[in-house]
Nanobody
Framework: QVQLVESGGGLVQAGGSLRLSCAASGRTFGNFAMGWFRQVPGKEREFVAAISWSGLSTYYADSVKGRFTISRDGAKNTVYLQMNSLKPEDTAVYYC????????????????WGQGTQVTVSS
């Protein structure tokens, strides 16, 4: 089992920045690809970013490319999502996931998910 706990969400003005964290525990962090998804009420959960287990490969949705950066710290068993130039349309609950397969993480078919953290961007 892997437990994932997100933090760092909050209220920010458009153009501002936030950094989300996802702390993992329970199994060897380095074996897992990690991803971030987001969801707004009434819509499906959508892919935001993912990072391979090695950290060498990263993937982004077109809507966040150039503004968001995903990274991981093996010593802290944590994955981060640095979000810059935030827009009101980035408002959502953000979830992190973990899977031994990078493709599964990116596709939203990951085995493990956190509980989510709310990000609200005001205009």
């Amino acid at each position: 089992q892997v437990q994932l706990v997100e933090s760092g969400g909050g209220l920010v003005q458009a153009g501002g920045s936030l950094r989300l964290s996802c702390a993992a525990s329970g199994r060897t962090f380095g074996n897992f690809a990690m991803g971030w998804f987001r969801q707004v009420p009434g819509k499906e959960r959508e892919f935001v970013a993912a990072i391979s287990w090695s950290g060498l490969s990263t993937y982004y949705a077109d809507s966040v490319k150039g503004r968001f950066t995903i990274s991981r710290d093996g010593a802290k068993n944590t994955v981060y999502l640095q979000m810059n130039s935030l827009k009101p349309e980035d408002t959502a609950v953000y979830y992190c996931n973990a899977d031994t397969s990078t493709s599964a993480s990116r596709a939203g078919r990951a085995d493990y998910w956190g509980q989510g953290t709310q990000v609200t961007v005001s205009s």
